[in-house]
């Protein structure tokens, strides 16, 4: 047997012309905005609760908040998806705080166990030439504008 990846019909093909995984990317800072956005109204949660208003437990809730964003930023580098799963791990410590906080971290974490999956089907959809835009050439590109010109 060989462990030579199975090719789709058009064969491996080339480099895509737009890489998906950048486009991954933007939809992963996305996610860490939108995280932080809602990490921060946990602040509104916990100031209905006396006992929990707590330097300790503002300041946790906001820095988790003020990392995911700048972790945003960061996203065009390979330690990134490390950065996000860590981010994910320290969120869960918000369950020490209030439970809203942990169950809107566990509804993240689901988000990012899609985001991982799109971002691994993408890459073996990659490796085995399935891309459209792995086959595309300049004549292909440039045919439509051709026949605009007749």
Same mark, same amino acid.
């Given at each position: 047997?060989?462990?030579?990846?199975?090719? =789709?019909?058009? =064969?491996?093909?080339?480099?895509?012309?737009?890489?998906?995984?950048k486009g991954l990317r933007g939809v992963m800072?996305?996610?860490?905005?939108?995280?932080?956005?809602?990490? =921060?109204?946990?602040?509104?949660?916990?100031?209905?609760?006396?006992d929990l208003w707590q330097p300790a437990n503002?300041?946790f809730v906001s820095l988790v908040a003020v990392?995911?964003? =700048?972790?945003?930023?960061?996203?065009?580098?390979?330690?990134?998806?490390?950065?996000?799963?860590?981010?994910?791990?320290?969120?869960?410590?918000?369950?020490?705080?209030?439970?809203?906080?942990?169950?809107?971290?566990?509804?993240?974490?689901?988000?990012?166990?899609?985001?991982?999956?799109?971002?691994?089907?993408?890459?073996?959809?990659?490796?085995?030439?399935?891309?459209?835009?792995?086959?595309?050439?300049?004549?292909?590109?440039?045919?439509?504008?051709?026949?605009?010109?007749?």
């Amino acid at each position: 047997m060989t462990d030579a990846p199975e090719y =789709g019909p058009l =064969g491996p093909g080339q480099e895509p012309v737009k890489d998906p995984i950048k486009g991954l990317r933007g939809v992963m800072s996305g996610v860490l905005i939108a995280e932080a956005i809602t990490l =921060g109204l946990v602040l509104t949660v916990i100031s209905k609760f006396g006992d929990l208003w707590q330097p300790a437990n503002i300041w946790f809730v906001s820095l988790v908040a003020v990392a995911h964003v =700048g972790a945003a930023f960061l996203q065009r580098f390979s330690w990134a998806i490390w950065l996000n799963i860590v981010l994910q791990v320290v969120a869960l410590g918000g369950f020490f705080i209030h439970w809203s906080m942990g169950a809107v971290v566990i509804i993240f974490i689901l988000l990012w166990i899609f985001v991982f999956y799109l971002r691994n089907v993408i890459i073996e959809r990659k490796k085995r030439g399935l891309l459209t835009t792995q086959h595309l050439s300049l004549i292909h590109i440039s045919e439509p504008t051709r026949l605009l010109s007749i």
